[in-house]
C-alpha cells in the first residue's frame, strides 16, 4: 500500500529565506508525482507535476525533484515571500495500469508560514 | 468555465438526511475524481471517472456513499443517511486526460463543507 508522508507538519521562516519541504513515499513504482498548495478555507492549485521518467522540475522560484530509487521528492522554494504561506502537499500517482486510474494519494501537508 | 465548480460552497444537515454535492469540471476534462479532506485524516481519494469507463469506486468509505458523472461532465456525490463522521470538506478535480504525460494535472474545485449535526 502507498504512503505518502511529509516532513515538517510545519515550518516557519523568515522572509527571503530559502527553503526545503520533504516528500516520501513507501512504494517507488510511481507514475508521477504531484505539488499542491492550499490556502486557508480553499481548494488546491497545482504547482509542479514530475513524472516518473523525470529528476526534476522548474516554475519560477519553484523546484521540485523526485528520487524514485529512495522514494523522495522535494520542493525548494527560493526567496521565500510572506505571500508563499500556506499547506504544501506532495501527492503520489500510482503506476499500475498506467492508463487507468489517475488517483493520488496524499501527503498530510506541510504548512508553511513567512514572516515579513 | 474557467475552472471546476463546486455546489453547494457550505452544507448543514441533520443526523440521517440524504445529500447530494455538485461538481461541474473543466470543459473537455475527461478524468473527473472525488477526495474528501477531514481532520486527522489528511486528503482521501474517494472515486474516480474516465471517459466511458467503470468508474474506480474502491475509495468510497461505504455503500451510503454513490457518485455518478452524467453525460461526461457534470458529476453528483450522494451521501445517504448522512453520520456526524461525514463531515468534512468534499473535493472536486478534472484533468484533460490519464495516461498521458503532461495530461494529468489535476485541477480542483474550491470543495464543499459538510457539516452533519
Known amino acids: 500500500k502507498q504512503e505518502v508522508t511529509q516532513i515538517p507538519a510545519a515550518l516557519s521562516v523568515p522572509e527571503g529565506e530559502n527553503l526545503v519541504l520533504n516528500c516520501s513515499f513507501t512504494d517507488s513504482a510511481i507514475y508521477n508525482l504531484q505539488w499542491f498548495r492550499q490556502d486557508p478555507g480553499k481548494g488546491l492549485t497545482s504547482l509542479l507535476l514530475i513524472q516518473s521518467s523525470q529528476r526534476e522540475q522548474t516554475s519560477g522560484r519553484l523546484n521540485a525533484s523526485l528520487d524514485k530509487s529512495s522514494g523522495r521528492s522535494t520542493l525548494y522554494i527560493a526567496a521565500s515571500q510572506p505571500g508563499d504561506s500556506a499547506t504544501y502537499l506532495c501527492a503520489a500517482r500510482l503506476s499500475i495500469n498506467y492508463n487507468q486510474g489517475g488517483k493520488l494519494i496524499f501527503g498530510q501537508g506541510t504548512e508553511l508560514s513567512v514572516k515579513p | 468555465g474557467a475552472g471546476v465548480s463546486q455546489s453547494p460552497s457550505n452544507k448543514v444537515t441533520e443526523k440521517g438526511k440524504d445529500v447530494e454535492l455538485r461538481c461541474d469540471p473543466i470543459?473537455?476534462?475527461?478524468?473527473l475524481y472525488w477526495y474528501r479532506q477531514s481532520l486527522g485524516q489528511g486528503l482521501e481519494f474517494l472515486i474516480y471517472f474516465q471517459g466511458n469507463s467503470a468508474p474506480d469506486k474502491s475509495g468510497l468509505p461505504s455503500d451510503r456513499f454513490s457518485a455518478e458523472r452524467t453525460g461526461g461532465s457534470v458529476s453528483t456525490l450522494t451521501i445517504q443517511r448522512t453520520q456526524q463522521e461525514d463531515s468534512a470538506v468534499y473535493l472536486c478535480?478534472?484533468?484533460?486526460?490519464?495516461?498521458?504525460?503532461?495530461?494529468?494535472?489535476?485541477?480542483f474545485g474550491p470543495g464543499t463543507r459538510l457539516l452533519v449535526l
Open positions: 478535480a478534472s484533468s484533460p486526460g490519464v495516461g498521458l504525460a503532461g495530461k494529468e494535472t489535476q485541477y
Open positions: 470543459s473537455g476534462h475527461t478524468a
